[in-house]
């Protein structure tokens, strides 16, 4: 089959840094998502939030993603400069975690569609002609109102939604579950379907079932052509110089100690199912430099430098 498959990369905080987006691009992504970022840390001018909106200029087109529960707060942080910067805003109303739902944000929105709604048009008139999307769970603990919450979200002016096909309760448990996704999509704006997603065939599904395009969240983590490999596109990968480049991009916006936290996850995720990756992960871990963490990959892969290409 040679549909072409839409493929966005999922927002993941503390994954999809500036540095990752530029090298998923090298693979086909056709849309990526920045970490959410707090409206209201924007607005206030916290440094770390708009230190996290860097992008690189391969890394388009690319939505920045807000969280936050006052409108006008949303309105006003998408009018700043390193927001108005990107393609366009994406409105996290989907995170389960506890500090983010106890504050009003995140997936809290679902249980109170009227004020997700004022947020949706707040940021859509401060938006004007920017594309706009939402993306959510289907629900607290049930799908019950997942149609009448992609409603809301069409009626209040989003462009399109994409769907975790999860419920809030369940977290990152269980598997999606996409049996509402062909009510989901005759609400009339393109839905996006995510969760679980990582194979080309799957993605087949999700389309002949309504989706406009899939997120994909995890199965990029490490493996940033599995967006070439949705798209059934030849690509070379090579893990050591992914990490490299993953290194060097970094240092162009933090210090040392940031990249040496920030590639740990990275790294680990890089050698991920590698055979004897294991003790390099753990060798990387206790890093302090990043030394402590290029030399033990380097020598992994001079030791087994069939490990070091992924490639079709
Ligand atoms: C570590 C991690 C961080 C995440 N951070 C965000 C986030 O900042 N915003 C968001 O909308 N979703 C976030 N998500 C959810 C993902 O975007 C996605 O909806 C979820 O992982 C399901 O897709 P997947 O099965 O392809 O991973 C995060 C998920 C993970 C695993």
Redesign the pocket.
């Known amino acids: 089959m040679s549909a072409e498959v839409k493929t966005i990369l999922?927002?993941?905080?503390?994954?999809?840094d500036f540095a990752f987006r530029a090298i998923c691009r090298d693979f086909g992504v056709d849309l990526t998502?920045t970490?959410?970022v707090s409206s209201k840390a924007l607005v206030m001018g916290n440094a770390l939030s708009h230190r996290m909106l860097f992008r690189e200029s391969c890394d388009r087109p690319a939505f920045c993603?807000i969280?936050g529960h006052e409108p006008s707060v949303m309105a006003d942080s998408v009018r700043l400069p390193e927001v108005a910067a990107y393609d366009g805003v994406?409105i996290?109303m989907?995170?389960p975690v506890r500090k983010i739902v106890s504050g009003g944000d995140?997936s809290a929105l679902l249980e109170n569609p009227r004020l997700a709604a004022q947020c949706i048009s707040a940021v859509k008139t401060a938006l004007k002609d920017k594309p706009l999307s939402v993306?959510f769970?289907l629900g607290v603990s049930d799908s019950a109102g997942a149609v009448d919450f992609a409603k809301t979200c069409a009626d209040a002016g989003a462009d399109f939604i994409?769907v975790?096909f999860?419920t809030r309760k369940q977290m990152?448990s269980g598997s999606?579950d996409f049996s509402l996704l062909q009510q989901i999509a005759r609400v009339g704006i393109p839905v996006i379907a995510?969760?679980?997603?990582?194979t080309r065939r799957q993605c087949l599904q999700l389309l002949d079932m309504g989706a406009s395009g899939v997120?994909?969240?995890?199965?990029?983590?490490g493996r940033p052509y599995v967006f070439a490999q949705i798209k059934e596109r030849a690509f070379r990968f090579d893990v050591l110089a992914a990490i490299e480049r993953h290194v060097q991009l970094l240092l162009k916006v933090f210090d040392e100690r940031v990249v040496v936290n920030e590639m740990k996850k990275h790294v680990s995720a890089y050698l991920k199912g590698k055979r004897n990756g294991k003790s390099v992960v753990v060798e990387v871990m206790n890093a302090r430099t990043l030394s402590q963490i290029l030399t033990p990959c380097r020598v992994f892969f001079e030791n087994n430098p069939n490990l070091r290409i992924e490639e079709q």
């Open positions: 999922a927002p993941m905080a503390g994954y999809t998502v970490e959410m993603q969280f994406d996290n989907g995170c995140g993306k769970r994409t975790h999860r990152y999606a995510n969760g679980d997603v990582a997120a994909v969240g995890r199965a990029a983590l």
